[in-house]
């Protein structure tokens, strides 16, 4: 009878280790309670260690190092190479199924900074099952506010599309099933991160910039003017800087900004094949070689590097700016017309001296 019992508790010895051990193992592994999606991307030729250490650092798993051993233990060694939302609620096994299957739930779209909301809607288009641009367009302007800001942004009705300006550029991963809506109140959101990230609305609500009685909508305008006009970061403070140097200006001194009415072409279909430099004198609330001051809204998304610059330009007397010419993308800069023509005469010159090199 001694030697059954001591079977016995032989075996139930081990069942409960192997319940503890499994319970630790999961509660180690497991991560603590999230309250949001995490989207991740598992790169081809990962090994199972380097997808232990990418889920550890977005914080799914507790501890990296048990991960192989207990794919292992499952036999999922099998995991798969793609992007994935993780929800709230999923727990390691739920994320193994998920990777073994290689079924992606999200799809990832980079959206760079200075493009137009007539840009990003054709991007996800492309990219994108399910998905209706036109729908996309109309709910800039009719979609029920998720944010603050959205409620302060300006109803002038010469915008296009009343959330140009505010669809952050950024790498997404939005979810395969998500609508319209959800991809732009998403984008929206990453918007507000940064706004509060940058502390913008706590710097213009104590004073700074109010010569000009910025707002952030003005602030968005102004980042989205730096974005287009210049493709060298590093100059995002000095075109800033002349910007608001000819918004206060004495002399009727307008914008001149040729991304402005390069933004209307977006707009009109019949202005697509008009010359450049007929543009310029075509009557639109976004050309300013006709109308002084800022135009209606952004003429595109701007990225933080924009919005710094915006909010912190840099001081001097510029008033007028030209490229280089030399496929650098910087630009001469001057502070009368007298030096600015001279620029221009050696931006040409540039210009025609690399075309004959190419």
Known sequence: MNWYWRIFFTIALLIGWGILGY?????????????????????????????????????????????????????????????????????????????????????????????????????LDQVKEKFDKETFLSLL?????????????????????????????????????????????????????????????????????GEFDMTLDKLVTVASLVERESKVEEEYPRIAGVIYNRLKSTDNQKLRIDATFLYITQLKDEWKNVPFHQLKYKEHPYNTYIVKGLPPGPIANPGEQALKAALNPEHHKYEYYVTTGDGTGTHYFAETYSEHNQNVKLSNANEQRRKKES
């Open 141 to 209: 302007n009719s979609k029920q506010p998720k944010y603050n800001f959205e409620l302060q942004i300006s109803q002038n009705a010469n915008r296009p599309y009343k959330l140009e300006g505010y669809l952050f550029p950024s790498t997404y991963d939005f979810p395969k099933d998500a609508s319209e809506e959800e991809i732009i109140n998403i984008m929206l959101g990453q918007f507000a991160r940064h706004v509060e990230k940058m502390q913008i609305r706590e710097q213009l609500e104590s004073g700074k910039l």
């Open 23 to 123: 319970l630790f193992m999961n509660f180690t592994l497991d991560s603590p309670k999230r309250t949001e999606p995490v989207a991740i991307e598992i790169p081809s030729n990962t090994s199972l260690e380097q997808v232990g250490k990418i889920l550890e650092e977005k914080k799914l798993i507790r501890r990296s190092y048990l991960f192989s051993f207990y794919v292992y233990l499952k036999d999922r060694t099998n995991l798969q190479a793609g992007n994935y939302l993780i929800e709230p609620n999923e727990d390691i096994d739920s994320m193994l199924e998920k990777f073994a299957t290689g079924k992606e739930n999200v799809v990832r779209v980079t959206i760079p900074e200075g493009w137009d909301a007539t840009k990003i809607a054709n991007r």
